[in-house]
C-alpha cells in the first residue's frame, strides 16, 4: 500500500501542471519539426509532421529514430505517438505546444482526455542538470464524458536509437534500479560492437553506450519485442537495430474526472562522449563516479521537484521573451531553446569542470567551431558565467598551444566528436580558407560579453597574452579586410567586407573596455580611440545612400549590419545612432515574405542573423517587423526538419543547416535588457572555475617522416617480396 501511495504522489505531480500550460491564446507557431527529446547531436528525436501520429520521430539527420505509443481505452486501441501500426486508428490531437523545457500533446477522444509531455531538465544555471541524458514521458488522463474508463497504454522505442545503421546488432538485458519514491525496471539496448569514440563526421549517429527505456516498478511490463512480431522476452543475440524494440505496456487503470497520470524516462549514457586532444571524456554528470543506475535513481528521486521547477521556468522565460520581442519572438525562442543545448555536449574536463563541444550540425561536422559558437552565444551568455565560459576554455586552450602557429585566432577544434585540432581549410598547417578577421574578431567580442555580464575582466586575464595578440592582428587587418572568408562562408570569399569590418572595429573596442576594466587606462584609451576613428571612416567609407553597402568597393550593393549589435550590448557607443536607423529604414522596404536576405547577391538568409539585425535600433515596433516574417517562414515552410537556419526569403524553403546551436542566437534581443541579463545569470548555481590545462598529446616518435613534413618516395610490390621485408634495413 506504501509503495502505490509513494507511485500516486510521483504521477500526480505532473498531470495539474501539464494541464494549466496549456492555456495559451498566443500567436500559433507550428515547428518545422516538433523536438520530444533533445540533449545532444546523437540523443535527438523529433517528430517531423503537424501530428504526432503523422509520421514516424526521427534523428535530426533524417535517419529514422522510431518512438511508438498506442493508447486502449476500454479494448479499443488507438496510436497516439508514430505513424506504425497503421491499421490503428490515431486519437485525435487537438493541440501541440513547445516551451523551452517542455514539449506538450494533447488528444481527445473515446470519452478520455490525454496530455502527453516531453520534459527536458533544461536548467542552464545547473549544468549538473543540464547535462542529464534523461527525457521525461508523462500521461495524463482524465474522463471526458463523466463516466470511468478501462486504459492502458504501451510506449516503444526502436534500438535504432542505439546505432549509427539500423542494421547494427544490438543485444540488451532488463535492469533493476532501487529508487524512492519508487523502485525502477529499465529496459537497456546497445549495440554489440561497442565502438567508443570510433566515428566522426556530419550524417553520423552513436553507436557505442546505452539507451535505457525506465518506469516505476509493478506499474507496468518490460520487455524486448522484434518489429511487427510479439514478445521476444530476451533479445536475442544479433538482432538489428532496426528490428528489435524496447518495450513497456502499462497495466491497466481506471480513468474517471480526477486526472491520473504515469511517467516513463527515456536515458542515454554513452560513458565517453567527447575525445579532446586524444583523451576520452566523460559527460559532465558522470564526472564523480556515476553510473546508469546512478542516473536513473536521481532523475525519478528529482523528478517531483524537477517538474515545478520547469514549469516555473518555462512560465518566467516566456514572459522575459515576450516582454522583450513580443509574443511570436517568444514562440520563436521558445522553440530554439532546445535545439541550441541539444546541437552540443557538457563533458569534465580533468579537474572535474564543465567544459562544452558545438557540433556544427548539417554543415561540415565541425567541433568547437568559433564562428558557430559566437551565434550561438547570446542563449549562453544569458544564462550565467559556467556555461558561456564552458566553450571558449577548450578552445582559447587550444588557442594559446604550440599547435597553433598563426597570429589570429583558429576556427574550429577538429570533427565531432573528435577535439584534436582544426580540420578546416589549411587546418594548422596554412592559412589556405581560414577566417582570420571573423575568428579574431569573434573572440575579442565574446570576451568582451562574459566580462560586461562578470563586471570584471578576469576570465580575459586567463588569456591576456593571446587576446594582445590578435587586438594587434586586428588593429592592422580589420578595418578593410583582405579576400577571406566570415561566418557566411557559404557566400563565398569576398574582400572589403563592410560588415566584417563593422565586427573588427566592435571587436577593438571590446578590447579597449577589458584593457580599461583591468586598469590599463593608456591601451584603453590608445584602442578607443582607434576604434572611434575606424568607426568614423567606416560611416564615411560604406555610405552609399540610403543604406551601406557590402563591400566598400561595391556601390549598389548592402547587406545585413547584425555584427553592429555589440556596439550597443557592449555599450561601445562607437556609431551614430543614425547607421541604425538608416540601414533599418532600407531592410523593412526590402525584405522579402519570410525574412530580411542577407545580402543582395541572393535571396537566402539566415535565420540567427536576421534576429541580430532587428535588434540594432532598439526599437520595438522595428523589431517586430524584422521577426514577424520569421515566425512565418517557421510555420510555412515545407521542410519538416528540426528548425533550420538557412532558408529562401521568397519560398521559405531551407537551403541547408538543420538542428545547429547557432539558433541560441535568437537570445541576442534579451541581452539588451540588463536587469534581465544579470537576473537570469546570477541563478549560476554550478560556479566552474579551476579549469584543466589542455590535455597534453602523447609523445609521437618518429620512425618514417610522412610526407607532410619530408618528400618522400614509395616502392610497391605486386609479387611476395623476399624474405626479411619487415626488418630495419631490408632494400631490394
Known sequence: MKLKLCLASLVLTGGGSSLQAQVDSSPALRPPAVPLVAHDPYFSIWSPADKLTDADTAHWTGKQHRLNSAVTIDGKSFRVMGAEPAATPALPQTRVEVLPTRTIYSFEGAGVALTLTFLTPALPGDIDLLSRPVTYVTYDF???????HNVTFNFDASAELAVNNGPQKVAGSLLEVKAQPADLVAVKVGAVDQAVLAKKGDDIRIDWGYLYLAAPKGQAKHAYTLRNRDSAGDLPEGVAGDSAVASVSFNSFEVAAKPVSRLLMLA??????IQYMKKNLRPFWRRNGWEATDLLKAAVGDYASLQKRCVAFDTELMADLTNAGGEKYAKIGALAFRHCFAAGKFVADANGQPISFCK?????????????FYPMAPQFLLFGPSVAKSFLVPFMNYAISDRWKFPFAPHDLGTYPLANGQVYGGGERSERDQMPVEESGN??????AIAQMEGNADFAGLYWPQLEKWAEYLKEKGFDPENQLCTDDFAGHLAHNVNLSAK???ALGSFAKLCEMRGDKVKSAEYFKLAREFAARWVKEAD???????AFDRPGTWSQKYNLMWDNVLDLKLFPAEVFRKEMAFYKKTQGRYGLALDNREPYTKLDWIIWTASLTENRADFEELVNPVHKYLNATPDRTPMADWYQTKSSQIVGFKARPVVGGVFAQMLYDKAVWKKWASRDVTKASNWAPMPALPKVTVIVPAADSKPARWSYVTDKPATGWEAPGFDD
Do not use: P, Q, W
Open 443 to 448: 573572440v575579442m567580442l565574446l570576451m568582451g
Open 544 to 550: 552609399d545612400g540610403e543604406k551601406f553597402r557590402l
Open 360 to 372: 556544427e550540425n548539417n554543415s561540415n561536422g565541425c567541433i568547437g567551431t568559433y564562428d558557430v
Open 504 to 506: 573588427a572595429i566592435c
Open 142 to 148: 482524465h474522463a471526458t464524458d463523466g463516466v470511468k
Open 268 to 273: 542515454y549514457d554513452d560513458e565517453y562522449s
